[in-house]
């Protein structure tokens, strides 16, 4: 453990990196990914050694690629003339500028062309080809340099300073290049480079092929980069142990991604490329741990196990694909907490924050091992669970973890009710825990009018309502295990929450709900947390119209979505993280809460929102959050420097503002299938949304915008299921 003044070091530096001010700008990085293996680099395909604030190569928290420059006679190239990234794979097309080649032959620029293909089958593997469209022969001296400095991600983020482990000279043992380092943790971490065919010379970190190509003639060089962590006693481990059988399975693994798009073809074809980035990035940011999948957080930052977004993603993902929502709640069960330690802010019955495998882990310098300093993914755990099993009807997953359920239902009822008020609060104990717990997790994101922050305990809303949604569902799934007692008393206890939450949250003066209650009382900010409690339904019906009518006001609707805090507010900043930025999962959410109390119009007014800000990024990839600046000052959505790009919950965004403008209701228990006034936007006025499963029945439906009306059909139906569909 840290001394005291260790520990306030970094604390210092933790609360700094919340503000997100250490990163630089990462908005153009370009991103392949497998499994626990991710590069990151610049658009040009480079990873720089100076200046490197999140680009690398990438395992268990490790950068094992801190540089990879490219240069041809020592001269980067001139022009990236297209730069290409698909999950597993990129392509960059580049040419030269004027040079001299290694004869003092003068190659006038734009006659040479490179391809640079980089896939990622649990390695790197990186083809450069050369083609020369000069009547000449020509002879180049094509350089790679590279670097690594084994930092911890937490290091990188400015969290922790670096350990005294050591980074060993650059060898080459005559096939293969070995850049190692010596982690104070005893582990010995390899970054290993091979090459065909081998360098004409190697000076340190520096590799040079010296080639001849001739008139219209071409050459190639491969480039494999594979890491390796080798602890004492044990075997390497290794992303992969073949690459080629791991390169058959992600081609599998992206087919079945877009067959999902195929099942959901629509007229619009620029929706259908934002649909195939989602679903794309989705497969790409799938890891597991011990055979149970789920998805990362978001690169680079968050590239682990974190409970809430793998949760929230796995949801959102759910009409689309049920098993990785039943693997997400298998591994996170896996991880439940059964101890109290103030280090990782841990408590029976608590699903885990986050998980991180890097050397300042395996030293207990950092409390992620793994850290359960969040309030909401406990309950966000029993939400997934009962959303899974109204898709799917599997009652036997509800018994297999029966138990876990248990101990959330009890860490929600005594140990986040610290006020012994009924409210889910978190506070935190750790010297490096997280100071605001809940979703929106910087230290200044939840404050009051006056522009001072909250003080611990904090029970923010949108919480309230998870605890809420989650008992009233879990009860039908309590009957169906003969525990009717219990299925009443979550009942009358989510009765209860309502009631006492529309009470005390709401502020009568500003016609809206408090962001949190905290110990001296309410934070009165108006901010996007209560817009969540619709998804829950949790507000009283009476308020509605007023919670609604208040976010869709110019200080909190951006045109592009609503923000995070209202732009009146003192504290807001457009472009501070929880602050005044658009967050698009949030959005999703909240478009969802939207379709449940009858805003259908409000609730396309996002989806719309959201689809033009989609069209606008690069790739069609919506990031983390973006600026909260309004769209008619700014024809674009302004980047927020460092967000995760892409991150699981914001690639869910799209389809799960499709599924709540489709109306789509499962209830496969009942065996039925209930479409609830659907509604598409008129830039989306024909959806087929085939081999929808419901239990184990597939239906297809077809949605056509007539006039004003969304009239569905139900053009196949397989089993016995009933479809309902109400306009």
């Not at 919340?18 to 658009?43: C, F, G, P, W, Y």
Request: glycine letters at 6%; one cysteine or more; hydrophobic letters at 35%.
């Amino acid at each position: 453990m840290l001394e005291p003044s260790e520990r306030g070091e970094i604390r210092e530096a933790w609360d700094i990196y919340k503000k997100h001010t250490l990163a630089s700008n990462i908005t153009n990085d370009m991103v392949i990914r497998d499994n626990e293996l991710t590069l990151v680099t610049q658009q040009d395909g480079e990873i720089p050694i100076t200046e490197n604030y999140g680009y690398g190569l990438y395992y268990h928290d490790c950068r094992y690629l801190s540089g990879f420059l490219i240069r041809l006679m020592d001269t980067p190239p001139t022009r990236v003339l297209s730069s290409d990234e698909r999950g597993f794979k990129s392509t960059l097309m580049v040419t030269n500028p004027n040079l001299k080649d290694c004869t003092g032959t003068t190659v006038p620029k734009e006659t040479l062309l490179g391809t640079l293909a980089t896939v990622i089958p649990g390695c790197v593997r990186h083809t450069h080809t050369i083609r020369n469209f000069n009547n000449f022969p020509v002879t180049l001296n094509l350089t790679f340099e590279f670097d690594a400095d084994f930092a911890d991600m937490f290091t990188i983020m400015g969290i922790a300073p670096p350990t005294s482990g050591e980074v060993l000279p650059a060898r080459f043992d005559g096939k293969n290049l070995y850049l190692s380092y010596e982690g104070e943790d005893k582990n010995r971490r390899n970054t290993i480079i091979a090459f065909d065919p081998s360098p004409t010379r190697i000076e340190g970190k520096t590799c040079t092929f010296e080639l001849t190509i001739g008139p219209h003639g071409s050459q190639t060089v491969n480039v494999e980069i594979s890491v390796e962590e080798v602890k004492p006693g044990k075997k390497p481990e290794q992303p992969v142990k073949n690459p080629d059988d791991r390169m058959n399975q992600i081609m599998k693994s992206y087919i079945t991604a877009l067959d999902c798009c195929e099942k959901i073809p629509t007229n619009n074809n620029i929706f259908n490329n934002i649909m195939v980035r989602s679903l794309a990035d989705l497969n790409m940011m799938r890891m597991s741990l011990n055979g149970d999948m789920f998805h990362s957080a978001g690169v680079p930052w968050y590239d682990t196990l974190f409970g809430r977004d793998s949760i929230i993603s796995a949801l959102q993902l759910l009409p689309f694909e049920e098993k990785l929502a039943k693997s997400t709640l298998i591994v996170n069960a896996k991880f439940q907490s059964d101890r109290s330690d103030d280090w990782r802010d841990q408590e029976p019955g608590k699903m885990l924050h986050e998980l991180r495998l890097g050397e300042l882990a395996n030293l207990n310098l950092i409390p992620q091992t793994p850290y359960y300093g969040t309030v909401d993914s406990t309950p966000l755990f029993l939400i997934l669970l009962t959303e899974y099993v109204n898709w799917t009807g599997d009652i036997e997953l509800v018994k297999k973890l029966e138990g876990n359920v248990d101990r959330a239902l009890k860490w929600i009822d005594v140990y986040a009710n610290m006020e012994r008020n009924g409210f889910a609060y978190y506070a935190v104990k750790s010297p490096m825990g997280i100071y605001n717990q809940g979703w929106k997790d910087s230290p200044d994101s939840i404050s009051r009018s006056d522009g001072s922050l909250a003080k611990q305990p904090v029970a923010v809303a949108e919480v309230q309502g998870y605890v809420y949604m989650a008992k009233i569902c879990l009860a039908p799934l309590f009957r169906q295990l003969g525990r009717e007692n219990d299925a009443a008393r979550l009942e009358k206890e989510a009765k209860e929450l309502k009631e006492r939450f529309n009470r005390q949250f709401w502020m009568k003066d500003r016609q809206f709900f408090a962001q949190a209650l905290d110990a001296e009382g309410l934070c009165d900010v108006i901010s996007s947390n209560p817009a969540q409690c619709l998804w829950t339904g949790i507000i009283d019906q009476k308020y509605v119209k007023y919670l609604v009518n208040r976010i869709f006001r110019e200080d909190m609707f951006t045109e592009w979505g609503i923000r995070t805090l209202s732009s009146k507010e003192k504290r807001y900043n457009p472009l501070g993280y929880h602050n005044g930025t658009v967050w698009p999962h949030e959005n999703a959410i909240i478009a969802m809460g939207l379709r449940k109390y009858g805003f259908i119009n409000e609730m396309s007014l996002l989806f719309t929102g959201m689809y033009e800000a989609a069209k606008a990024f690069e790739g069609y990839r919506l990031p983390e959050c973006f600026g909260g600046l309004t769209r008619s000052d700014y024809g674009v959505p302004v980047k927020y420097p460092v967000a995760c790009s892409p991150q699981a919950w914001a690639s869910g965004t799209m389809p799960f503002m499709l599924t709540s403008s489709l109306g789509i209701a499962p209830d496969a228990l009942n065996n039925r299938l209930i479409i609830k006034k659907p509604h598409l936007p008129s830039w989306l006025d024909n959806v087929q949304f085939n081999h929808v499963k419901v239990g184990n029945t597939l239906t297809d439906l077809n949605f056509k915008l007539v006039e004003e009306e969304t009239l569905v059909n139900v053009s196949k139906k397989g089993g016995d299921i009933n479809v309902l569909i109400e306009y």
